[in-house]
């Protein structure tokens, strides 16, 4: 009896990922032990050493039961390790072994894991040399002994750090560094996404942190009766801020660096999905750093001008004006970089996609914050026509710093957002046709039109319902209307607004005539397949006729 060769091979790939799998699970799991454990084994050995009977981890059962522990681990660990490193190793004689996706993903978590560690003990170590150097005291590090910390945290920077680049000497060991193909490829760049975004999240926090010193002691001095001394630790602050910085910095630009090499000999890295991904993502980030916090500034500002302050010191101040400098900074550079990318290589219909999905979570951010701030503004408009008359107290005010500053920040997010992605798709080119029938614009249009419904549904019956209940003799009780005939009515505006929206692009469609230039396309397509399939058909039966 003959075996059919598809299925044959079919279930050999299938064994083969199997085995994969499982040698890589207990490389990945006996690697992330044994590091684990000997990052512990390191912390009690050097405190033990420079600490001596004064150790601050505790008794000397403390000290046994870790060292037995950690050893214990290791002894299983290792030799588990090197077993199936070596049966992998052997394994690398296939390209099909060498260039799986399997594999890069791996090898790219461990060597995530190991630059985390590595990235913690290096943030460690210059926070404390910071502190240090700014005249904090060694008491308020909680340590034993600084020298045998100092040795614990080289040691491991040492150890986690040459395990990444050994990592990383594996995959360029493979040959296809650079330009994998299929997964392998997307594995590398998410790792390098994850990368190069975490670097920038923790440069962008340790600015920020350090800016604030500054700040705060310029307010500090402006308003003593708020502020103390005592009550600013600025030199931690200004320690955990420079650790921050050097630490994201440097992991941020040796990922791009990384990154623009690769571009550099293959152009078409540049219009991937991922690494488009990975500008917007970093653009949306700093956007959000420098919006969010100038919405809570302006509220703040507000509220002390019309007399009701928010009762938040004025050192407080320090925290979004720094966060609203570094994000606008990391904002435009990263969107000049979009630009420029775009411009240089083009899109690809993947990053074009990315482009869309950026441009509509925007839209619909910016739409929230804008719809809750005339939400606010015109319940206290209604409240204070019919109800409670024109003086102001601190909850109207409240009501009107909240409804302004989130107005001031969501309507222009929202507007250029909108105006932007609805020129796009205006017109008849192909790329406003690939814009209207795109999954994101679809996607944002139809759920905003279904969170618009659902306002009316639930809050315009409430406001029937109470008013038929009324007109039946009973006006009195309950909470106040306003809050759902403005919910309501903002949100039935927005509703209309994007069905208006939706109707033009399915008449724009229409009026192209797509369906039908689709369907007559798609019919000759399968005529042309299925006389090719006949062929086949015809020809494998002659072949049967004969055996």
Not at 271 to 277: E, I
Not at 400 to 412: D, F, I, K, Q, R
Not at 472 to 482: H, K, Y
Not at 523 to 530: D, F, Q, S, T
């Amino acid at each position: 009896m003959s075996v059919n060769p598809a299925v044959e091979t079919t279930q050999s790939n299938r064994l083969a990922l199997i085995r994969r799998f499982y040698l890589y699970a207990v490389v990945v799991a006996s690697l992330w032990v044994m590091l684990a454990t000997f990052d512990d084994l390191t912390r009690v050995l050097t405190d033990a050493v420079w600490a001596g009977t004064g150790l601050r981890v505790g008794d000397a059962s403390y000290l046994r039961d870790t060292i037995a522990r950690s050893v214990g681990a290791l002894l299983v660990a290792t030799p588990l390790f090197l077993v199936h490193w070596y049966f992998v190793r052997r394994a690398l004689e296939l390209d099909a072994e060498r260039l799986s996706a399997l594999r890069k993903l791996a090898l790219y978590f461990l060597t995530l894991f190991a630059l985390v560690m590595a990235g913690m003990h290096l943030y460690q170590w210059l926070y404390q040399a910071s502190a240090l150097l700014l005249g904090e005291s060694l008491s308020g590090f909680g340590i034993a002994s600084l020298p045998g910390h100092w040795l614990y945290r080289a040691v491991m920077l040492l150890v986690s750090g040459g395990l990444g680049w050994f990592l990383l000497a594996q995959l360029h060991a493979d040959g296809d560094a650079g330009h994998e193909s299929g997964r392998a490829g997307t594995m590398r760049r998410l790792f390098q996404t994850i990368v190069g975004l975490s670097g920038f999240g923790v440069a962008l926090v340790g600015g920020a942190n350090l800016l604030q010193v500054p700040l705060r002691l310029a307010l500090e001095r402006g308003d003593s009766s708020q502020l103390t001394v005592g009550d600013f630790a600025w030199a931690q602050m200004a320690a955990a801020g420079i650790a921050s910085l050097l630490v994201g910095l440097l992991i941020w630009r040796i990922n791009w660096r990384a990154w623009d090499r690769l571009i550099a000999a293959r152009s078409e890295e540049a219009a991937t999905a991922l690494r488009r991904f990975y500008l917007y993502a970093a653009t949306l980030i700093a956007a959000a750093t420098a919006v969010t916090p100038a919405a809570l500034l302006l509220n703040d500002i507000l509220r002390r001008l019309l007399g009701y302050p928010s009762g938040s010191p004025l050192d407080a101040l320090a925290t979004p004006v720094s966060l609203i400098v570094l994000g606008v900074i990391a904002w435009r550079w990263h969107w000049g970089q979009v630009q420029a990318e775009a411009a240089r290589y083009g899109d690809s219909p993947e990053s074009a996609n990315v482009r869309r999905l950026y441009y509509y979570l925007v839209a619909a951010i910016g739409l929230v914050l804008l719809w809750i701030g005339l939400v606010d503004l015109l319940r206290l408009l209604l409240d204070t026509l019919f109800v409670g008359g024109w003086a102001l107290d601190e909850f109207r005010a409240g009501q009107a710093t909240n409804g302004l500053s989130l107005l001031a920040v969501g309507a222009p997010v929202w507007v250029i957002h909108w105006r932007t992605v609805q020129r796009a798709a205006e017109g008849e080119a192909a790329t406003a046709r690939a814009e209207r029938r795109s999954g994101p614009r679809r996607a944002y249009l139809y759920g905003v039109a279904l969170a618009g419904a659902l306002l009316i549904l639930f809050d315009l019956g409430s406001v029937l319902y109470r008013l038929i209940l009324g007109l039946l003799g009973e006006w009195g009780g309950g909470a106040p209307i306003w809050d759902s005939i403005a919910r309501s009515g903002i949100g039935a505006v927005f509703w209309a607004l994007h069905l208006l929206a939706i109707r033009t692009d399915n008449r724009l469609a229409g009026d192209e005539g797509e369906p039908a230039v689709d369907v007559a396309q798609r019919r000759a397509a399968l005529e042309e397949r299925i006389d090719q399939l006949e062929a086949a058909l015809a020809a494998a039966c002659a072949e049967l006729a004969e055996l």
